[in-house]
């Protein structure tokens, strides 16, 4: 009779021990997977991520693992299909494209703009030129892009908000008796709106395809070129500024692209894109958490996320402080306009 309670006592055991080990997985809690988009895939946001998965791990106890993207959809996917947890640096149309797929992700943050809210949070969407053939693009005194039609063209991904829907969206918009639509941006050639039509894959890649002459125009947004580029004339963000690669750029503008200028011909404010989570492996209190530190005062000032460039010229991050001051919370209906 014994024998037999402790053969009983041994089995509970057991089996409370197989949930344990199934809940926390061998060594410990299962690591949180961020995954990043291509355009922070690159080594010079190394430090950056490096930055965000400590704070996690701040915020939660759990070891983080970084998964690196070369296609916008591999990052949607992951968080959709909750091969990831957290996807940093998301755009509004690769997140309504995994909500699409995924109901029960959720927002995390998003960042701020430069006063720490949400009333300006937006960055800006460019359809660029080459300096060298900036004429070409003038219109009664101004560079518009009247003259696009019928030249190669760059794009960053379909799934880009700033890189592609929004300038394809603007392009329609002024091309009324073209009947375009988004399709008619999937190919370029005979018949075609463009001759030619590329996707960089990231923001850094379509504005490569520019300076390095393979395209005659190009999308991408400026935040994402914000660490090889500087300002040489006008004013950041309207139309007519003249932007240069840096002459230390890193990779891929580690060529003779180096001092490349070129032109902003249309701008487009863009909303800010949301950090988003998928709860399969996360807990109610481990977002709370990971909510609160990053909307703290602690991390605005961490100048491995949010950069002072007046401070420091060279420094490089995910966003500078005079156009984005912090995380804020916000809500999906912010970006039903992109639905």
């Known amino acids: ?11 509970a055991l057991l089996i409370v021990s197989s949930m344990l080990a199934g809940a926390v997985g061998c060594g410990g809690p299962k690591p949180i997977v961020v995954v990043w988009y291509p355009n922070e895939s690159g080594p010079v946001y190394g430090d950056t991520r490096a930055e965000v998965g400590k704070l996690i791990t701040q915020a939660t106890g759990r070891k983080v693992e970084h998964k690196f993207t070369s296609e916008y959809i591999f990052a949607i ?6 091969t990831a947890d957290i996807a940093m640096a998301m755009g509004a149309v ?7 797929m995924n109901p029960n992700l959720g927002l995390l943050f998003v ?3 430069k006063n720490g809210k949400l009333d300006e949070a937006k960055y800006f969407s460019w359809i660029c030129v080459n300096k060298a053939d900036a004429d070409k693009y003038m219109s009664g005194g101004s560079y518009s892009i009247d003259n696009i039609k019928g030249k190669s063209m760059s794009f960053v991904s379909a799934s880009s908000t700033s890189g592609f829907r929004v300038p394809t969206t603007l392009i329609i918009d002024h091309f009324p008796t073209d009947n375009l639509n988004s399709d008619s941006f999937a190919t370029g050639g005979s ?14 890649g379509s504005a490569f395809f520019l300076v390095d002459g393979k395209a005659e125009v190009a999308a991408f947004c400026d935040i994402e070129l ?21 002459q230390n750029a890193d990779a891929p503008f580690n060529t003779s692209v180096r001092g490349n200028e070129f032109v902003l011909i249309a701008v487009s404010p863009v909303f800010n894109g949301p950090n988003v989570y998928n709860p399969k492996n996360l807990s109610d209190t481990e977002i709370k958490a990971i909510r ?9 000032n961490n100048r491995k996320i949010f950069i002072d460039t007046v401070a420091n010229p060279e420094a490089k991050g995910l966003y500078n402080i005079a156009s984005s001051k ?7 209906d912010w970006y039903n306009a992109y639905r």
């Open 111 to 113: 960042n701020a703009d």
């Open 77 to 82: 996917q992951a968080i959709a299909e909750g």
């Open 94 to 100: 690769g997140y309504v494209q995994a909500k699409d």
């Open 292 to 300: 609160d530190l990053f909307t703290s005062a602690e991390v605005t």
């Open 326 to 332: 912090g995380y804020v919370l916000v809500s999906d």
């Open 191 to 204: 018949g075609k709106f463009f001759s030619e039509v590329m996707f960089g894959g990231n923001h850094q």
């Open 1 to 11: 009779m014994r024998k037999s309670r402790i053969f009983q006592a041994l089995a």
């Open 226 to 246: 914000a660490n090889y580029i500087e300002l040489k004339s006008g004013t950041e963000n309207t139309v007519g500024a003249v932007y240069a690669i840096r």
